[in-house]
């Protein structure tokens, strides 16, 4: 089964999870756009609900699909949030940002009673960064420098080409092979001058929507 179709399996098994009255956050993403499209398609079919957007393109396509939208600064508790990943391990922590929201997206799923990732079975890693770099978005001041400090923790880094973030920074990804310890990895990054939160979410993530060639599995942190 294409790609393209596990993804919008996991996105929609997802969108079950949704009730009326609820503050939903919606990610950023390539398989978050298949949440939007079916979440449009319950709102018109009486679904209520308010979404608070990680990025002006999911803001945007939520606006395309008539879902009511608020702000983090109105409702301060997500109910529920649906995002991707662009990795995952078997304790179910995570890199995103291949789309460059990855700053919105942790200030979102820390505001969240529950995370729900959806993925399709091509992002399951045993060992984060063992195919994808960990993003890392920086103030643009003195960004060389700040990538200078990075280069002592990854393999190798690089800007992020003709790319300003949501909040105007920039997006330097960091690759490694193989992230052993992405607590401390997390850690040590964020405490570099410069750097404003990276791609790894570590302990925040409650539950895991695959999309399977045979059909959709479900992990749970703990399980």
């Not at 942790?106 to 959806?118: D, F, G, P």
């Not at 790894?200 to 929507?209: G, K, W």
Request: charged content about 20%; hydrophobic content about 40%; some cysteine.
């Amino acid at each position: 089964m294409e790609t393209e179709k596990l993804k919008q399996l996991a996105a929609e098994q997802a969108v079950e999870e949704v009730e009326s009255g609820m503050i939903v956050g919606l990610g950023t993403g390539s398989t978050i756009y298949y949440a939007l499209l079916k979440l449009g398609e319950k709102v018109r079919s009486g679904l209520d609900i308010i979404g608070i957007p990680t990025s002006k393109q999911t803001e945007e396509i939520a606006t395309q699909q008539g879902i009511s939208l608020s702000t983090l600064g109105e409702h301060p508790v997500i109910d529920l949030t649906i995002d991707g990943a662009d990795e995952v391990n078997p304790t179910l922590d995570l890199i995103k940002g291949a789309g460059g929201a990855l700053v919105r997206e942790k200030i979102i799923a820390h505001a969240s009673k529950r995370l729900i990732i959806i993925i399709d079975e091509g992002k399951r890693v045993e060992q984060l960064g063992s195919n994808f770099p960990v993003p890392v978005e920086v103030v643009p001041f003195g960004w060389g420098s700040t990538q200078l400090a990075l280069n002592e923790i990854c393999r190798d880094s690089t800007l992020r080409s003709d790319f300003v973030s949501d909040n105007g920074n920039y997006i330097l990804d960091c690759a490694f092979d193989g992230i052993p310890d992405p607590v401390t990895v997390e850690s040590i990054i964020n405490n570099i001058p410069g750097v404003v939160d990276n791609g790894l979410f570590i302990n925040r993530t409650d539950q895991v929507i695959i999309g399977t060639a045979s059909g959709i599995q479900i992990l749970k942190r703990g399980e």
